[in-house]
């Protein structure tokens, strides 16, 4: 009995100290910022003890990866306790839900700040920044997003190709390098069903299509058919046979074993394919604006992530002070050429970018940037978007599935339209009361 | 008699061969993952894949040791997880031999329920319990959410290891004069000491590794090994060197508390056995 | 004082599991329970009200909640299966005296020991169609290429040996725990009576270790049921939704949709089947240990 009470003290004296509370350290305004791993964190990393000297706030960083931070972040936000003071997040996919729930500050006074130069970021699309419903500016952008096509310049010049202008030439080379008996083949794009919708945006509206139109689901439409019977049959014959789960970390994985000899995909892919610790082919990397097709060349100009305020936070002045340098040039600076571009327009003349970046990559940014669409977004717009992203994503994988050929695809479309029209009046933004 | 030895030689031989390849089914993957973290990705997609002989890479490892401070997550982990463990034993045990002796079904059935519901079920109300109490990224918090799934698992398996002890042992002691408790204590526990140092083990690892409590509830300063993981899959690209270096990272201390813990278990449990 | 515990031991030693346990999921049970039973839609921006069962009806009605109840239900079996039978054949297997016992068991134990998100991008990287050592492996020895985890057909087998490979460690160690304890006496009872190895597992080792098979089999079903990070971390759910279990779809419903009413009724769900089936295989072990 003796040696178990004194088994039962000792636990007793480890729990008190256990769960005795941290304690409170330095008279400094501290901050707590939740933030996404990769480049963009690199970034921040490399200046940010230089940020904390210079204005005395002490930074909590946490990181986490994409998933995992956007499961963090709802679940603190929605019990109403969070301490976040800042934190990153893709506004595309949540700025409606977030500032629905009033989780997000609306930034107006903010942005005259003369720090910011709010006018330097003129080339941001301002629709995906704002609060819908609202005037008011809800985050800074941070980087874009814009797809290009990768392709290996050992194979292009082997067959004496030249990266392709338009869909025919796409195909022309598909034919020729396409080589599934040696375990190579010609493309890889995205075909995991969600992931996918993005990346497939422009070839639907190469052809004409859109996912919706006056306020109704675009997606049984002519161009539409054409576009995603296109998609199916470019993978379906030309793509190696794992492209049904293949997201954006397959896109890398294809490229650096050497299984394909074109990525059609996000920019921030280049940062991985060029890395030598990634690829063996590290060094024969061509980049070019994606090729058009019948209605011309229409890639997605998304801001990726931005920062933004919680409205909770006790110390909004050090928050801004810390957004302001997440936002500024020296973080721009470092993730441009990493592949993935500041909204600055000040960043392309900073020669810390100039030197660090090849002639094609920016004639490929120069190139992208020159096209108007109306593919901004490369997402449907409305509140459901991921459900609805599902749904159409769907019916093209099973158009890759049937190598285009699948007799059930237009009814398949049809079904997909009729259910994301039911989606679009489960929320009141049907037709007329479409307000995106 | 010369027969019967041979067939005994070739019984042995069959047995390690059998044994041997069981191994290798088991350790090839993780010996992979140990040499591709020391390769260049590039390197790592070639078949046949180079088992042995080539030029190890330390990039992958500077990396994450520079980005991540691996000490201190190994000592959160294990803070975390030999706690929880602990409390969850020390909880548990009694409650096993009470609800087996007594054939306490219900009770058994209400601590088991918490091993039914679905993780996703208890994120957000303790989170909104723990930051009422203000103990989001402390132990404590972390060492309660686990004990959640180890004290369940700790009941239903010691109840089963000690119905496997016959209850006249139990009746002859009190007989004797002997309390309850010191019956448990001298006489039950020593006899289930395998039960004891398996279900220590599988509690101890499952806190180990669990990922959902640590990710909502953890933060900077009590952020254990698991949510690290995470930090090479964003949203733009895997870098699959260092979540391999990460892999071997994580799992070397985790051989190694086991590998203590199963030591002294086991050799802790047999001095008292003798002793009491 | 002593002596009051003894006589009242029944309680003193049940109850603080018993109140601690209630104590940490009373909160978490009606907190789910409640959410279940609102419109609580994220996307709205408007409170949480009260819809009665509209969750359940919905969720009852959708063909994509019996599809994934249903490949629920295939992955669970298939891993389960397979852990069980050769969990209990590999305990019996080294399960003697033997020069490296430890070390064997210490590998043996190896896959347990790591995370499941770890264990999950391990398996991708070998699972990878084109460039992947498993596909490498399979047309060297002579079988055809497979998608594994990208193609519909096979992904639920694909993750279900991942489940295997990893968890069935816990099978092992419980069941060598379970034969550790049992009298020796019978076993060299029936090596005297000359029965060969094959015929003391059926006969004697198997109905012995049955409760041990039990425990562990109950155990191994409630967790795998409810597998998220492994799946989570390999397919998020896909291609398209074949491997969308019952945890995955409701995950989905909440982080990805927005509808947390809704996915509190799944989860909801999810727990009441756990229930169920855990309480007939209580009664089930009883019956058949009894016997």
Known sequence: MKKLLSVLLVVLMAASLVFAGGSKESAGPRIRVLSMTAQISDGILEYLDEFEEESGIKVDLELYGEAEL?????????????????????????????????????????????????????????????????????????????????????VFEKYGLEPPKDYDELIEVCKKINDPANNFYAIACRGERNALTSQYSPFLFA?????????????????????TKFYGELLGNYAPPGILTAGYSQMTQLFNSGTVGMVIDANALYATLVDPAESAYADKVGVAAIPAGPEGAHSYMQVSWAVAM??????????????????????????????????????????????????????????????????EFGLPRMTAVTEARDIMGGAVVYSIETKGQGPELKGMMEEAAAEVDELLKAYDEYGENYNW | MEAYKAKKTIGKIIFYIAVAAICLVIIFPLYFVFISSFKNMADVYVMPPKLIGFKPVFAHYEYIFKTQNYGTYIVNSA??????????????????????????????????????????????????????????DTYGALILSHMVLSVPLIVWLMEGFIAGIPRELDEAATIDGCTRQRCFGSIILPMCKSGMATSTILSFLGSWNNFQFALILSGPRTRTLPVTLQYFVSGADIRWGRMLAATIVVIIPAIVVTLLLQKNIVSGMTAGAVKG | MNDWISDHYKWV????????????IVVPIVMTLAFSLTDWNLLTGRAPSFNGLANYIEILKSPDFWHSFGITFYYTFLAIAMELV????????????????????????????????????????????????????????????????????????SLAFVEFWQMTPMVVIVCMAGLAALPEDCMEAAVVDGATPIQTFFRVKLPMLLPTIFSIGLLRFVDVFKSFDLIYAMTKGGPANASRTLNIYAYEEAFSYYKFGLS???????????????????????KVVEV
């Open chain 1, 70 to 154: 956007r499961q963090k972040e709802m679940t603190e936000f929605m019990t109403g306790n969070s301490t976040v003071d800042v934190y990153l997040f893709s506004p595309l996919q949540d700025m409606a839900a977030f500032s629905q729930n009033g989780w997000i500050e609306p930034l107006d006074e903010y942005l005259d700040d003369p720090e910011l130069n709010w006018d330097d970021f003129s080339s941001a699309p301002p629709k995906q920044i704002t609060i819908p419903g609202t005037d008011s500016i809800g985050c800074l952008p941070l980087y874009s997003s814009v797809q290009l096509m990768y392709y290996r310049t050992d």
């Open chain 1, 207 to 227: 052809f004409g299509g859109s996912f919706i139109k006056d306020g109704k689901s675009n997606f049984a439409s002519e161009g539409s058919y054409e576009a």
């Open chain 1, 310 to 375: 919680y409205p909770g936070s006790k110390n909004k002045e050090a928050a801004w002070e810390f957004m302001k340098f997440v936002a500024g040039s020296d973080v721009a600076a470092y993730i441009t050429p990493l592949g993935m571009p500041s909204f600055r327009n000040s960043v392309w003349t900073d020669e810390r970018v100039e030197s660090a970046m090849t002639p094609d990559m920016v004639q490929a940014y120069a190139d992208t940037y020159a096209i108007t669409t109306n593919n």
């Open chain 2, 79 to 136: 803070v975390v997880g030999i706690f929880s463990t602990l409390f969850a034993l020390v909880l548990g045990l009694p409650a096993a031999y009470a609800i087996n002796r007594n054939g306490m079904k219900n009770s058994l059935l209400g601590i088991l329920v918490a091993r039914l519901l679905p993780p996703m079920s208890f994120l957000l109300p303790f989170y909104f319990i723990f930051s009422e109490l203000g103990m989001v």
């Open chain 3, 13 to 24: 030693f049940v109850a603080p599991a018993l109140i601690f346990m209630v104590l940490m």
């Open chain 3, 86 to 157: 050769a969990g209990v054949l590999l305990a019996v297997l080294i399960n003697k005296d033997f020069r490296g016992k430890g070390v064997v068991k210490t590998i043996i134990l190896l896959p347990y020991m790591m995370a499941p998100v770890a264990v999950g991008m391990m398996w991708m990287l070998f699972y990878e169609p084109t460039s992947g050592f498993m596909n490498w492996l399979f047309t060297t020895i002579g079988l055809p290429r497979s998608g594994f985890t990208s193609a519909r057909g096979s992904v639920i087998p």
């Open chain 3, 264 to 286: 509190s009724s799944i989860l909801t769900v999810v727990f009441i089947i756990v229930l169920a089936i855990s309480f007939a295989t209580m009664k089930l072990k009883n």
